[in-house]
C-alpha cells in the first residue's frame, strides 16, 4: 500500500515567486509511478506529471519542474515565477500501474497579484 | 478525443431518494475508478475496476453504495436512500495500464451531489 504526506497544507505566495511543494510518499512496492494533479478553482482534476521509479532524472516543463529522490522518497514540485493562475489545490500521489491513485490532503497554493 | 465522461455534473435531491451517477471512460481504458471528494475527508476511493470486474471496494462508504460496470464503456455508482452527508463531489477516472504513456489515470469533471 503506498502512502503520501503533503506537509505544506497551505502556501502564499506573490506573483512571480518561486515555490516548492513537498511531497514524501511511502510504498514497499519496487516498481511504482508517481503523480502530481491540479485542482483549481473550478474544481476538475488535470493531470501534470507521471514519473517512473526507474527514473530519477529531475524534469522541467515550463515554468514546472519536478526533483524525484529516490533516495529520500521525495517528488517535490517547484514553481518558478509562479503566477495567480497558478492558485489551486496540488496533490501528489504514487500508486502501481493498473491500481488506484490514493490522495493526501493536497497543498492548497494561494498566488496573489 | 473524448475525455471521461460524466453525468450529471449537478444534481440535487432529497434525502431518501435514489441518486445514480453514470460514467463514461475514455475508449479502451480498462481501468476505471470512483472517488468522492469532501472538505472533511478529502479525496477518497470509493472502488475500482480492471476489466469490468471490481478490484477493491474497501472504500464503498456502506450498503447503501453500489457500483456495477456492466461494460467497458459504462459504469455507475449508486446511492439508495441518499443521505445529506453523502453530499459531495464524485468524480469518475479511467487509466489504460499497459500503454507507453504507463497508467496515467485521467478524472471526469465530476458530479456534484447535494442531498437537502
Known amino acids: 500500500a503506498q502512502k503520501v504526506t503533503q506537509a505544506q497544507t497551505e502556501i502564499s505566495v506573490v506573483e512571480k515567486e518561486d515555490v516548492t511543494l513537498d511531497c514524501v510518499y511511502e510504498?514497499?512496492?519496487?516498481?511504482?509511478?508517481l503523480f502530481w494533479y491540479k485542482q483549481p478553482p473550478s474544481g476538475e482534476l488535470v493531470f501534470l506529471i507521471r514519473?517512473?521509479?526507474?527514473?530519477?532524472q529531475n524534469e522541467i516543463s515550463g515554468r514546472y519542474s519536478w526533483n524525484f529522490q529516490k533516495s529520500t522518497s521525495s517528488f517535490n514540485f517547484t514553481i518558478t515565477a509562479s503566477q495567480v493562475v497558478d492558485s489551486a489545490v496540488y496533490f501528489c500521489a504514487p500508486n502501481q500501474a493498473g491500481t488506484a491513485l490514493i490522495f493526501g490532503k493536497g497543498t492548497t497554493l494561494s498566488v496573489s497579484s | 478525443d473524448a475525455g471521461v465522461i460524466q453525468s450529471p455534473r449537478h444534481e440535487v435531491t432529497e434525502m431518501g431518494q435514489e441518486v445514480t451517477l453514470r460514467c463514461k471512460p475514455i475508449s479502451g481504458h480498462n481501468s476505471l475508478f470512483w472517488y468522492r471528494q469532501t472538505m472533511m475527508r478529502g479525496l477518497e476511493l470509493l472502488i475500482y475496476?480492471?476489466?469490468?470486474?471490481?478490484?477493491?471496494d474497501s472504500g464503498m462508504p456502506e450498503d447503501r453504495f453500489s457500483a456495477k460496470m456492466p461494460n467497458a464503456s459504462f459504469s455507475t455508482l449508486k446511492i439508495q436512500p441518499s443521505e445529506p452527508r453523502d453530499s459531495a463531489v464524485y468524480f469518475c477516472a479511467s487509466s489504460y495500464p499497459r500503454t507507453a504513456s504507463g497508467n496515467t489515470i485521467y478524472f471526469g469533471e465530476g458530479s456534484w451531489l447535494t442531498v437537502v
Open positions: 475496476f480492471n476489466n469490468n470486474v471490481p478490484i477493491d
Open positions: 510504498t514497499r512496492d519496487t516498481t511504482y509511478y
Open positions: 514519473r517512473n521509479s526507474f527514473d530519477e
